[in-house]
């Protein structure tokens, strides 16, 4: 494996998240804000508890998994979209540089940045509300597998797309309906048995859940089940990868 072409290309998307610090770091981190303000002094004031769990602590594994998942997608579409936009995935694809090595700067480069924007949320949320992580260990394996997966699927993305447009379409569309509906901001015990069951066709539900239990012990599936449904989805995008990388669709336009 090259490792310096690796560190090259990871080292660059890096330090194009400094040359867009706003974008990248401050703008997540105050629309998170904002959220954890409106509905931790809205809702939090009407229910006080959930599973034992003041209300504004219990959105905080929710508010970082919104963001995660966002900003994992957006990264990495946006870094691997750039290069074909402006012709210079021609250079990348004559250089001695391997489609696994791409894969693994790219999507690296993209998780770092969202797992960094991760902590920087769990750290402003602790300024609103006490904050206790039982599970630390698996509240990291979340959070890694979660931004691995997505940043893949955000890869795929960057791949499928022929315009900025449609790197919003799926993120805008798809990602954020289903994880404002995945309990984000609510337990689905709360809801009536019916739309119970339908909610655990969300796969979102299974990452916050997951990731909910690691901070309170408190999950509204098991966390056996959480486990395997983020693998599933992580073996599925690099299925997807592997195809693109096999077949070479749309790596050059």
Known sequence: MNLYAIRAIYMSEMARTGRTLMQSILSPVISTSLYFVVFGAALGSRIEQIDGVGYGAFIVPGLIMLSLLTQSISNASMGIYFPKFIGTIYELLSAPVSYLEIVVAYVGAAATKSIVLGAIILATAGLFVPLQVLHPFWMLLFLVLT?????????IIGIWADGFEKLQVIPLLIITP???????????????????????????????????????????????????MTLTFLAACLAVVAWIFRTGYRLKS
Do not use: E, H
């Not at 931004?147 to 890869?155: E, I, W």
């Open 147 to 155: 931004a691995v997966t997505f940043s893949l699927f955000g890869f």
């Open 178 to 228: 289903l994880t404002f509906l995945g309990g984000s901001f609510y337990s689905i015990s709360m809801l009536p048995p019916f739309w119970q069951t339908v909610a655990l066709f969300n796969p979102v539900v299974y990452l916050v859940s997951g990731f909910r239990w690691s901070f309170y012990g408190i999950a509204d599936v098991n966390i056996a089940v959480s486990l395997a």
